[in-house]
């Protein structure tokens, strides 16, 4: 039987498990990052474009590293090298690393790791604990029914069949 009590249970589970993984996706973020900025280096690009999508601005770009042209986007401009860059098709510094992998961005890649821990980890700790007690709930629940069951299993265990046959139908033999 499903009680509310249960379902409040449930519903903790599968919420913790949603904010673990987005906790646990920003921080392998923040930690690639934090990684990629002990192997930063610097370009000077040119933004080339600008896209409006569903989720927001992403700036497109170009840079050269050792003669070799790059493209790539990011949803942030935070280094215009001259006022309005990022919105008028100028120059912007570069930030790019080939550790842990590819990868470019206009903005520090230091500053990108504290951008992308600052939501990971609270809600990545606060997931956690939402799982673990409703698990412990779920434990204490199946294991207090188990207990409920098994005492009525004991109380019919220990009566006899005669036991549960009323008073006025035993008859004795006469002599």
Known sequence: MVTPFLRVLVYSLV??????SFGVWYCI???????AAQHEATAVGRVVGIYHGRHGIAYHYEFSVNGVKM???SEVCQTPLVPGACRNNGPVLVYYSYDPYSNSRLED????????YRPGKPVLAISLA???LSSAGMVIRRRKKKDDDD?????ERGRSKSDNVPD???????D
Do not use: C, M, R, W
């Open 15 to 20: 919420a913790g498990l949603f904010g673990t």
């Open 29 to 35: 973020k923040g930690y690639n990052y934090a990684v």
């Open 71 to 73: 493209d790539d986007q």
């Open 109 to 116: 890649f230091a500053v990108a790791s504290k951008e992308a």
């Open 130 to 132: 939402v799982i673990t």
């Open 151 to 155: 005492s009525d299993a004991e109380d």
């Open 168 to 174: 006025a139908l035993h008859i004795t033999p006469s």
